[in-house]
């Protein structure tokens, strides 16, 4: 009886419930699942052998040795922000959804759309280059074994084609075998548009969930050939597809900044919002999030800079142009769609009332873990 009134997963439904939110399909991840899998996506062992060569080149040992302290002690401040905000507001949006909850009256709509484009961004870029550092084991491991073969380019991109398919037929062809993962994928879906299932006909299709699989059948198909073009790439430059890997960090980065830069600055202009949750800073909250912002907007301008000198063609750093590329994109459907049609579902249950996000956020939300700051 005590194990059914402490279920983890009736108290997870309950919670979705009290955010405005309906569990619709199950929920099986535990504690130790959530870690496996978290640990899985960071993968820092694997993304560090992936990248380390950069550090050997940009200052060697002394750099790499305590510039990984720094970064250390800078990331757990943005993680014990990014904490505070999802203890009050657990839901799979993340990031687009906070930015909505706790930015300024009035901006919340616009910088939550700005935010899921950053966020998708850096989800679609990441997975060419985790393609990308698979196939480059892959190879590595088949060298050894064969002193003849020699690597090139087009062999990398072809078996980064075969990582990114192998996936998609493991989560589309046989998702028994991945129960929790598809579950997980399915009962969190979140269309990061923004606008409603009968929009259009396309993104109708892609919010379209299998009911007998239980997955996205269509925006794992979608994700997968963005996926593929992304490391097509590589076939005719290396400028081009680092500029890919570069914008994958940077996108995660921004769309990390932006909901601790629309929290400081709501504080700033008085419209704090008080988070809740299990998980409060307290009065170390404002310095926790200013190391957090500042790490963060650092690193986003450094990223656009060039790694080696002189300049030319083959080494440009070309990560701002596609960032403003996907601006200007965010941007033009923002001032012909985005504006009139985007109301992210981020209704939440007030008192008995449901509140729908408009260009002014809640005034005060109380049974959702958040509070108007006295």
């Given at each position: 009886m005590?194990?059914?009134?402490?279920?983890?997963?009736?108290?997870?439904?309950?919670?979705?419930?009290?955010?405005?939110?309906?569990?619709?399909?199950?929920?099986?991840?535990?504690?130790?699942?959530?870690?496996?899998?978290?640990?899985?996506?960071?993968?820092?062992?694997?993304?560090?052998?992936?990248?380390?060569?950069?550090?050997?080149?940009s200052g060697g040992p002394p750099v790499?040795?305590?510039?990984?302290?720094?970064?250390?002690?800078?990331?757990?401040?943005?993680?014990?922000?990014?904490?505070?905000?999802?203890?009050?507001?657990?839901v799979a949006g993340g990031q687009y959804s906070w930015v909505a909850i706790v930015a300024p009256r009035g901006w919340a709509r616009g910088l939550s759309y700005v935010c899921g484009w950053f966020m998708l961004t850096?989800?679609?870029?990441?997975?060419?280059?985790?393609?990308?550092?698979?196939?480059?084991?892959?190879?590595?491991i088949a060298e050894l074994s064969n002193t003849d073969l020699v690597v090139t380019r087009w062999k990398i991109t072809l078996v980064a084609f075969a990582v990114a398919i192998s996936g998609l037929s493991f989560n589309t062809l046989a998702p028994q075998l991945l129960h929790k993962a598809s579950v997980f994928a399915s009962s969190n879906f979140i269309n990061m548009t923004g606008?409603?299932?009968?929009?259009?006909?396309?993104?109708?299709?892609?919010?379209?969930?299998?009911?007998?699989?239980q997955i996205p059948t269509y925006a794992i198909l979608l994700t997968t050939a963005t996926?593929?073009?992304?490391?097509?790439?590589?076939?005719?430059?290396?400028?081009?597809?680092?500029?890919?890997?570069?914008?994958?960090?940077?996108?995660?980065?921004?769309?990390?900044?932006?909901?601790?830069?629309?929290?400081?600055?709501?504080?700033?202009?008085?419209?704090?919002v008080k988070l809740d949750g299990l998980w409060d800073l307290g009065q170390w909250s404002v310095p926790v999030n200013l190391v957090g912002a500042i790490y963060l907007l650092f690193t986003s301008i450094t990223f656009n800079f060039p790694t080696e000198n002189p300049v030319d063609s083959e080494n440009?750093?070309?990560?701002?142009?596609?960032?403003?590329?996907?601006?200007?994109?965010?941007?033009?459907?923002?001032?012909?769609?985005?504006?009139?049609?985007?109301?992210?579902?981020?209704s939440i249950l007030t008192e008995g009332t449901e509140m729908e996000m408009s260009d002014s956020r809640p005034e005060q939300i109380k049974s959702g873990g958040l509070n108007k700051a006295d």
């Open positions: 005590a194990s059914e009134l402490f279920d983890p997963v009736v108290e997870d439904d309950l919670a979705l419930e009290r955010l405005g939110y309906k569990q619709e399909l199950k929920r099986s991840f535990n504690l130790l699942s959530m870690v496996g899998f978290s640990f899985s996506i960071v993968s820092c062992w694997s993304a560090l052998s992936g990248v380390f060569i950069i550090g050997a080149e790499m040795v305590w510039s990984w302290i720094g970064v250390s002690i800078c990331s757990l401040a943005v993680a014990f922000s990014m904490a505070e905000m999802c203890s009050a507001y657990p850096g989800i679609l870029a990441m997975g060419a280059v985790n393609n990308f550092i698979t196939a480059g084991f892959i190879l590595a606008f409603g299932s009968a929009y259009t006909a396309i993104l109708g299709l892609l919010q379209t969930v299998d009911k007998k699989r996926q593929i073009a992304l490391n097509s790439i590589y076939f005719g430059t290396v400028t081009g597809f680092n500029t890919v890997v570069s914008i994958a960090t940077e996108g995660f980065y921004i769309s990390y900044a932006m909901p601790i830069c629309a929290k400081l600055l709501s504080t700033a202009m008085g419209q704090a440009m750093n070309h990560t701002s142009a596609a960032i403003g590329l996907m601006l200007l994109l965010a941007a033009i459907t923002w001032m012909t769609t985005g504006r009139r049609r985007y109301q992210k579902s981020l």
